[in-house]
Every structure is written in C-alpha cells, then in structure tokens.
C-alpha cells in the first residue's frame, strides 16, 4: 500500500492548488477525486470574474492577495464592475463605500450620467453606481490545468473515479478506502470537497463546522441589441442579480441562494425565469433566446469565511472548505496560506497581510 504525507479529497480548485503547493513544499500528495475528471462540480460551473468586493471585507485580504498571481500568470482579463442601485438605494452606497473603502480594493461612486455612459440602455430609476475597474474575467479552466500541471510536475498523484468512502485512523496514519476498494495511507487527509466537505469530515470522526452548499443558477441568453464586448460585470446593490457579456452573450444570474443538499445541482426554471424578468428591470435590452443555462453549488461555512487548517480536535485531518462564491478568484493566495499552515512554513510575501485566525477551523469549538 503506498503511502503520502497527504491525501486530499477532492480535485476541483481547492483541491488541485492545494495539490500544487503541497507537491512543490517537497509533500508526497495523493489527490483523490470522485468524478470522471477534476473539475466537474462548483469548479467547472463558475461565472469566472476577480470582483475585489464579493464575499465582504474579510475575503478582500484573499482576493487582493490572489490579484499578482493570477495577473502574471496570464489569468485575468480586465474588465472593470459596476454596482448599480436605484432610488432610495442612497444609505447601501454609503455602507458599501464605508465598508469597502478601508479594504484596500479600488471604488469609486459615480452618478447617473456616468452610469448610463458604463451601462447603455439602462432604465430611469438607476441613480447610483460604484465603479470597481480592476475587477477581471478569469479564465478558470486555464487556471484549474495549470495547478494540475504544477501539481503533477511535484510528483502529486491524481485519482479519479476515487470517491473517499471510509477514514481510519491507525497509528499516526489514515487507512483511506474508497468506493471502488482501493486503499491508500497517509498521515494528513485534507478535506478540499467543497459541498461535501461536512461528510467526509464525519468519516474522519471530525466534527462538522456547518458548510452548507447553496445553489446558484447562470442563464446564457442572446439580446438585442448585442452585447457590447467593454461591457462591464454589472451588479446589484440590493443582491438580487448580476450579469456579465460573455463572446457576444450575457451570462445572467438572478444571485440566488437555495439550500440544497450535496448533489449535481440543476438550474430550476423559477430563478431562469427571474434572471431574466430581473434583467427586463434594468436595462432596456430584448432577450431574444435563451441558449444556456447551469447551476453549481457555493458552500459556506455559517459565518460565511473559508475554513482552512489543521481540524482543533481530530489528529492528522485538516480542512480546505467554505470556498463559498470566491474560491476562484482567492486560491492562488489561499492554497499559499494553507500550505504554509500544514507544512509550518513561514508567510511569505503573497501572505504576509492576511490573517489565518479569521478562516481557522478552531473558531467553531
Ligand atoms: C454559479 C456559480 C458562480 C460562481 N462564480 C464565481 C466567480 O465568479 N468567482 C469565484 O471566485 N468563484 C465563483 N464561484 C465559486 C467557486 O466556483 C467555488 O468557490 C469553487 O469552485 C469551490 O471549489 P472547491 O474545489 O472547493 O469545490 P468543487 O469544485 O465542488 O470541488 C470539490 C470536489 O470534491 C469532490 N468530492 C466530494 N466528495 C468527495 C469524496 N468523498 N471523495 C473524493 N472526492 C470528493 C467533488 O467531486 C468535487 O469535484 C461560483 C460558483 C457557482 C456555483
């Protein structure tokens, strides 16, 4: 039986940049996935943008952190945000602008002239904007390969097909058996299986933090007129939807947020429907066919902040879960920390600001 100084569960972004950095610290890793291919679940379903702002003040520290890496990696293609809010939306302008500025993350508060310059089409009743221009496209797939890529080049084993069924603790080491029979040992399993990440900490006798996946829906739609390519990733406010154009087409989400068990998630025609009355409200566009449409889960711990590092009570297990709706645009830094957390290094200047107190697994005892 061959034998890792980790085994992580999971093979989408948390999993597989964890990988990278594990195999390239000198770790021998073992990265068992359940599906077919890395990448399948919340990974393979994002809306793929670096928004400075999304998942509040405590995940800027991750996202700004994230920013070099993905930039010279050739990850990010700029495209500037806007959040927009109508009449009477005055006091969430002002929170956001006070919450947000102190963050470091680069906002500006524009009026209606400037917005309808930003935003051609926009109804009456829009006021308000904030302006975030560094915020980018990521080019996800790219980016999933390349810590793939730089995990295998660290000897990193990958498993598909490799559902992690049963943790036993031996001496100082895991048994891990999954579905298929096959059994491999390690003496830290790393739990990286974003929706799943409460049951596999149950196999490992841990107990949960609480992550719960919520569901969250993207409509690809064709309107006239086109899709201006400039177009900035529109936001709302109020929450209630986000868009952005995507080669010649607007990707739609009506931002919602159903709880959902672990599972293949679906898009239900209730939030494909509310997408696009959501959409009719702000701009005066004709949707003209609805050509796509997915949903993918985001998991989040309840206080809504990533969980990463050794598990307070259980010996050799360690979480790399609640990467709620930013694990993307967060991992190169997150994966950094994690890594440094596990292999006790020193930070280094990718995470010399943030604060590993703040995503600690022990601030759920
Ligand atoms: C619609 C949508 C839009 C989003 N937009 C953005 C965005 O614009 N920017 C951004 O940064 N983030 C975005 N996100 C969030 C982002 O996609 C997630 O935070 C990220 O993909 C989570 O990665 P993960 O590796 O934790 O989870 P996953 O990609 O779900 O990977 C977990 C893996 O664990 C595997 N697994 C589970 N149980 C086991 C087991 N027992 N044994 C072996 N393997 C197991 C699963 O098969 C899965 O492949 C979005 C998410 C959704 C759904």
Not at 179 to 207: F, I
Not at 288 to 299: D, I
Request: hydrophobic share 40%.
């Amino acid at each position: 039986m061959s034998y890792y100084d980790f085994a992580i569960v999971g093979a989408g972004i948390a999993g597989a940049s964890l990988a990278a950095e594990l195999g390239e610290g000198g770790a021998r890793v073992l990265l068992l996935e359940a599906e077919e291919r890395p990448g399948y679940h919340a990974t393979g379903r994002s809306a793929a943008f670096w928004e400075e702002c999304y998942g509040g003040p405590e995940i800027v520290p991750l996202t700004l952190a994230s920013g070099p890496p993905l930039r010279e990696g050739g990850f990010l293609t700029q495209r500037g945000a806007l959040y927009i809010g109508r009449a009477g939306d005055e006091e969430l302008v002002t929170g956001f602008m006070q919450r947000f500025v102190p963050t470091g993350a680069t906002i500006e508060h524009l009026g209606r002239g400037q917005l309808q310059t930003r935003l051609p089409g926009v109804r009456p009743g829009w006021s308000d904007a904030i302006w975030e221009p560094v915020c980018a496209d990521i080019d996800v797939a790219a980016l999933h390969g390349h810590f793939l890529a730089r995990a295998r080049a660290g000897d990193v084993r990958l498993e598909c097909r490799a559902r992690v069924a049963g943790l036993e603790r031996g001496e100082g080491f895991w048994t891990i058996t999954t579905a298929r029979g096959e059994s491999h040992r390690a003496a830290t399993v790393v739990n990286a299986a974003g929706a799943w990440a409460d049951p596999v900490a149950r196999l490992a006798g841990a107990s949960p933090v609480g992550i719960t996946p919520y569901r969250r829906t993207v409509v690809q739609v064709r309107v006239d007129p086109a899709v201006p390519d400039d177009l900035p990733l529109v936001l709302d406010l109020r929450g209630q939807f986000y868009f952005k154009p995507e080669s010649g087409r607007l990707w739609l989400s009506p931002h919602d947020e159903e709880p959902s068990e672990p599972c293949d998630a679906a898009p239900e025609e209730l939030a494909v429907a509310q997408a696009i009355e959501r959409l009719g409200e702000v701009v005066d566009w004709r949707v003209e066919a609805v050509e796509h449409k997915w949903a993918g889960l985001r998991s989040f711990a309840p206080d809504r902040r990533p969980v990463y590092g050794r598990d307070p009570a259980v010996e050799g297990f360690a979480w790399f879960a609640g990467q709620g709706g930013f694990g993307i645009q967060t991992s190169p830094a997150a994966a950094r920390l994690t890594r440094q957390l596990l292999l006790g290094e020193e930070r280094d200047t990718m995470t010399q600001e943030l604060e590993p107190e703040l995503y600690a697994p022990a601030r759920f005892v």
